[in-house]
């Protein structure tokens, strides 16, 4: 698979005019080798890899490493790429943009004619092969089955804090290495934040219950937000939860190759703009997970005019926040297939779940 990987990237270099690319992106370096270690570059020529690291690194590379040979640095990791291109005869380098920071742009070797390139190992992390998405199928699993276990032992008197960390331990003794972002847990009037980690706030009777939470299994993420309420909740709560629901649901139905990021944000907007709610919703509607919580296809906002294309796994995740009062927020995540969208996570209920409050 990591070969398969490599050889996509190398045929890149033809289109691009590169003799060669470093990347210097931790997270590509393992799309594209398996290599998990840090503060190591790749250089990528048309016939050949190196994994420039460092002896902290030499034995974790011989179990991870089988596509690219490994070369250890003594005088930094950019300055053996560079040598590395005199010995090889590579004068057109590519270098990662986005990742690549200013100080270390600075200390790249001068022999080197060094091209900022975007998005080039990102663009291929967009379209998941089996084995990835294998992996993000069972953190899904994973999560949903910490969400079923919070379900069962939330009650009023526990704080956030203690809620989202019973759930991050009880995913990671199903086999996650840990949340794949801070975890939220938003009650009562803090629910209107979207993205209100959780604190030392006591749960109370009545209160709505944003969790918007995911793991990581073997590198790969799962991103996924229920709303619920312990004991009944305000009537707006009740009212607000079926618009969202609904929103959700036409984004489902609307996922499809070739359907653009903007579409896909418009319909979640232009239905809830016409339930009266838009001002209450103010963020993008989803984006793509795999390696990293937040990649492409991109963020869906207004300016993504970029069409989804099978292979591709993003969340859709409208919300309405009701400032004082709390919000609602529903975030499933889909596999683009090659006629629609597939569900990876379970279906939310049609009305929002109410937790019955022990006696
Ligand atoms: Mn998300």
Known sequence: ????????????????????????????????????????????????????TDSRFTEQVKVEVTNAEMVLHQAGVL?????????????????EAETLVYAAYAKLPATVEWIATTNLVAQLREVKDATELALIQRAIEIAEAGYQHVLATIQPGMT???VALD???????????????????????????PHGAATDKVIEAGDVVTLDWGCVYHGYMSDLTRTFAVGEPDPQIRAIYKVVYAANARVT???APGVTGRAINDCAHGFIDAAGYGQYFGHGTGHGIGLSIHEGPGAWGVYNQVGQ?????????????????????????????????QLLSTPAPAEILVVKVSD
């Open 160 to 162: 956030e804090a203690a």
């Open 167 to 193: 759930l991050e331990v009880y995913m990671r003794q199903l086999g996650a290495s840990g949340p794949s972002f801070e975890t939220i847990v938003a009650s009562g009037a803090r629910s209107a934040m």
């Open 79 to 95: 300055a053996e790429a560079g040598t590395l291109a005199t010995t090889h005869a590579l004068h057109r380098i590519g270098f």
């Open 1 to 52: 698979m990591a070969n398969e990987r490599l050889q996509h990237l190398q045929a890149k270099l033809q289109t691009q005019e590169l003799d060669a690319m470093l990347v210097t992106d931790a997270t590509n370096i393992t799309y594209l080798t398996g290599f998990t270690g840090e503060e190591s570059a790749l250089l990528v020529s048309a016939t050949h890899a190196w994994l420039i």
């Open 309 to 341: 294309v099978p292979g591709n796994v993003e969340t859709n995740e409208p919300g309405i926040y009701l400032p004082g009062i709390g919000g609602v927020r529903i975030e499933d995540d889909l596999l683009i297939t090659a006629d629609g969208a």
């Open 253 to 255: 139905a609307l996922m």
